[in-house]
């Protein structure tokens, strides 16, 4: 079954669609974010189901997501890669724009601060050992960043 197709399972006939809002808020979008990765596509051999639930693919959730981040801005290219990241809690930018930044906040160029320039840093030298050797020591190590979860 495909995306837009209409179901044929009993509970999605009585309950029908999940509605969409009419203005969408930054929650609706992180929870549309969660219903098509979580509700995600699983093969079984009578076909694809839910990975969550177990209805026919794509559950109401998953339908109900994929309308609210296409009302959003995103097209199905974008949502396919949202599943296929697989990270129920990737951001999303509200309000979506597709090129420059967001209408809410000025860049560095038009920052009511003026332009913010970068400034170089320092030439960085060798520190000396306390003995006088003048040989260069190595810089402390430092802790590994790890990735966070968005």
């Known amino acids: 079954m495909r995306v837009g197709e209409q179901s044929t399972d009993p509970i999605d006939q009585i309950l029908g669609e999940v509605p969409v809002p009419a203005s969408l808020t930054p929650e609706d979008v992180r929870l549309a974010v969660r219903a098509v990765v979580v509700h995600a596509a699983e093969e079984w051999p009578a076909g694809p189901k839910c990975r969550n639930d177990g209805a026919a693919y794509p ?19 974008q949502i396919d890669a949202l599943v296929r990241h697989g990270n129920p809690f990737v951001h999303v930018p509200f309000p979506f724009v597709l090129s420059g930044p967001s209408a809410g906040r000025p860049s560095a160029a038009q920052s009511p601060r003026g332009p913010a320039g970068r400034v170089a840093a320092p030439p960085v030298r060798p520190a000396l050992r306390p003995g006088g050797t003048g040989r260069p020591v190595a810089p402390p190590a430092t802790r590994p960043r790890w990735p966070r979860a968005s």
């Open 59 to 77: 559950c109401r959730l998953h339908r109900w997501g994929r309308r609210v981040l296409e009302a959003h801005g995103l097209n199905e290219r």
